[in-house]
């Protein structure tokens, strides 16, 4: 009882002081340390070099290209104003009177395009708020409205979404990005749809007018951008890219020498999700810059190093929390933990697959981070519970990647915090609504999404 006491402490101390502004590269392995000095008294050098650092260099080993070309692809959309073009011209073409829905959708296909939630909130900030101040909409929906288009069914819901979150269950179930295509749609227009709803409610109950304007309340920027056409071009082709090396050129190539101990001893089957994603951005990007040359040709260098270190922060934060997962999972206390959270919906693996990641993502404020955890830790568990039970890889994917869009957004969360500080807003005066859009909805689309995996298998 006292190693989980210290596990929970330890996590309970790695929310807090990350709510508190301190590097996760400084906390995760010292809160790792500290469990392992107070629940077993074990070799700290050890279980630093040995254990935490052997997990967190084989995440980033496996997903930096994911990070890096994600970067990359949404700093030359900003660089070239293709991200501020898509936003106005969605926001524009649907006008005033649909304005939730504008910005909504606008977010949505930027992010399902590959941009990075960062670069869409700081992309749609200023278009949005002149148009919530020319709709006379409450400026304190903006944040929400922009939540529920960046951080919820494109992230983890939509088939084909090169989100690192739908990128990190691929190794651990042999799926592709497009795992579960029905029941993720379904559960992508759920989120959608009811978020929408809530908004537009809230709209209506706090009545017309923008509230006083701060002094970060921006005008729309202008000068030379591309079309519309040009502008969506990229992300379309990292969609419809994705998609042809996930089901036509990977599995048409000769990869036969996979199974050699130099190259894993692996084969295309575990390896295409992650190519095909790798190929799309690559391709996509490159096409962006043809397309942009002129505008973006004086600035290139310094704009791919922009996007190369925007990269940086995020995987290793991300794998910093793989690192102290690892080291957690090596206690001898874990294993009661994981024997209670194996047992959690009895002889269905996808509640517990459910209720285990939903609550890492929520403990550590980040869905690829708890998400991380969650499978570092018991993913060969899950298939093996998945197998058992006659529950498709694909299913245990889908499952795995709507769980962490829920919890993940809680106050501590860093791109809430980001997009707060972003729209100029308090945790008071704008978090109530994130907090329905992001979490509550994206939790009841969870129970749908479990309940109709059970009853009707993966589709």
Known sequence: MIGILVILLALG????????????????????????????????????????????????????????????????????????????????????????LAVILSCAAMTYGGVSLFVVAFAVWPIASALFREADLPRMLIPATIALGAFTFTMTALPGTPAIQNAIPMPYFGTTPFAAP?????????????????????????????????????????????????????????????????FLVIPAMDTGYLALPEFGATDADALRGVWSI???LTLASLALVGMNWRRLATGLSETLDDGARNALKPIFNTASLVGFGAVIASLSAFGLIRDWVVTIGGDNPLISLAVGTSLLAGMTGSASGGMSIALSTLGETYLAMGQAAGVSPDLLHRVTAVATGGLDALPHNGAVITLLTICGLTHREAYRDIFVVAVAIPVVALVVLVVSGTMLGSF
């Open 13 to 100: 101390a790695l929310i807090y002081f990350a709510y508190r502004g301190l590097s996760l590269l400084l906390l995760a392995p010292a809160m790792a340390m500290l469990a392992v000095l107070f629940a077993e008294g074990g070799p700290l050098l050890a279980s630093y070099t040995q254990i935490f650092m052997q997990a967190t260099g084989g995440f980033i080993i496996q997903y930096f290209p994911l990070f890096l070309l994600g970067a990359v692809f949404g700093k030359l959309m900003e660089a070239s104003g293709s991200a501020r073009v898509l936003a106005d011209g969605i926001i524009r073409g649907l006008g005033p009177s649909r304005a939730i």
């Open 182 to 246: 029905g029941l993720g749609l379904i559960t992508g227009a759920l989120m959608l749809g009811l978020g929408w709803g809530w908004l537009e409610y809230r709209a209506r109950a706090l009545g017309p007018g923008y509230g006083d304007l701060s002094e970060i309340d921006p005008e729309p920027e202008t000068g030379d951008a591309p079309g519309l056409a040009v502008a969506a071009a990229p992300l379309l082709l990292v969609l419809a890219l994705n998609l042809g090396f996930t």
């Open 278 to 280: 790798i190929a799309a």
